[in-house]
């Protein structure tokens, strides 16, 4: 039987949270359907990728322009570029993720006569979206058939302008690459690890201010990730004289050997759409410790059971909770066991049938 064709749209395939997820589910869903993936600018495709699934660039890559002429001109491209790819390649359901390329999937669309998906990946209270996007999004957002979101909270706000019966929650899947990788039998080090970029929205440096002012004995703290805090973030560990104590580990192709050998996992968002790395990490059997940001983490962890949940932004409550995770070895294994038979609802198959019965509904008979 002929497979129908899909196509997700979004802005780049480098590292990160949406095109992690993107990837994990065009490999699950190509057993299913012809699957490709538009992205709006060329980049190294950083995670592993299923060789049935095609990947198309609308564009070079991506250079920010002032000249408001020049952007506007370049939304006209991108949209143009990704119309042509559709009816080129005959795609039946249009699925975007995050803010842009869920407005050009609308529009192209509507142009191309198919049907359309769109999925918010940040609380939509904290994307730093200019006035003019806000509106647009307003105003095109309610023509999509589906929009797809991780969180109650977040379905609750999108609800004011567009109609319920198309607002659907579907949880993000974990990478079944990276959970084959789960290694029970293995002996953890006295690690605290944080995976995010470095940025305002992680909040790394309160992290490593905390880890400064506990007892740290022979205790390390990793934090995997890039961004442009990254400067900032190494004079804070040097000024701290912290550089034999905490490293920035950079982008990690596989992150499997880290979740395995540390015990605790402090994640310190202001803000999230879905913490992928938590759930990543509590799937692996760590301790968590997690700001109680929107949204997310209080969906994920059932306080002082599975993780521990602390106020945003508060690093004397992070500095206690950690000290209580490091001298408490029998609170850390039963954190350790809830976590991990919590997560099993993330498992990609069941996320992957979740996408097909919705996609499934769009495609004519």
Not at 144 to 154: A, G, L, P
Not at 324 to 343: F, G
Request: hydrophobic fraction near 40%; include cysteine.
């Amino acid at each position: 039987m002929k497979k129908r064709k899909i196509a997700f749209i979004i802005p780049s395939l480098q590292t990160g949270g949406a095109e992690r997820v993107v990837v994990t589910l065009s490999n699950s869903l190509s057993t299913r359907f012809d699957v490709t993936i538009i992205a709006l600018y060329s980049s190294e495709i950083f995670y592993a990728l299923n060789p049935n699934v095609t990947v198309k660039f609308c564009s070079g890559t991506y250079k920010f322009n002032t000249n408001p002429i020049t952007r506007v001109l370049n939304h006209f491209k991108l949209i143009k570029g990704i119309y042509s790819i559709v009816k080129q390649n005959k795609i039946e359901v249009m699925i975007g993720f995050m803010t842009t390329p869920n407005v050009y999937a609308v529009i192209a669309s509507k142009i191309a006569k198919v049907r359309c998906i769109i999925s918010e990946r940040v609380h939509p209270n904290h994307i730093q979206a200019s006035k003019f996007w806000g509106l647009i999004r307003k105003k095109i957002y309610p023509f999509t058939d589906y929009m797809v979101i991780q969180t109650q909270e977040i379905a609750d706000y999108f609800s004011s302008f567009i109609k319920a019966e198309k607002i659907k929650i579907i949880l993000n899947p974990l990478n079944p690459e990276l959970l084959n990788k789960i290694q029970s039998d293995n002996k953890r080090e006295n690690v605290i690890l944080n995976v995010g970029r470095l940025d305002y929205q992680k909040n790394q440096d309160m992290l490593i201010r905390a880890f400064s002012n506990i007892e740290r004995k022979d205790w390390k703290l990793f934090i995997a990730g890039d961004g442009s805090q990254k400067n900032n973030y190494l004079k804070l560990i040097d000024e701290l004289n912290l550089t034999n104590s905490v490293e920035l580990l950079g982008n990690i192709d596989d992150l499997s050997h880290y979740y395995n050998s540390a015990k605790i996992f402090a994640f310190t968002s202001r803000y999230e759409g879905f913490p992928n790395a938590l759930t990543e990490a509590m799937a692996f059997g760590l301790s968590c410790i997690s700001t109680d940001c929107p949204s997310g983490p209080s969906e994920l962890i059932i306080d002082n059971k599975n993780g521990i949940l602390i106020p945003v932004e508060d690093q004397t409550s992070l500095e206690v909770k950690l000290q209580l995770l490091m001298d408490n070895e029998a609170l850390r294994t039963d954190l350790s066991l809830n976590a991990q038979l919590d997560t099993q609802k993330f498992e990609h198959h069941a996320i992957a049938n979740q996408w097909e019965l919705l996609i499934e509904n769009l495609l004519p008979a």
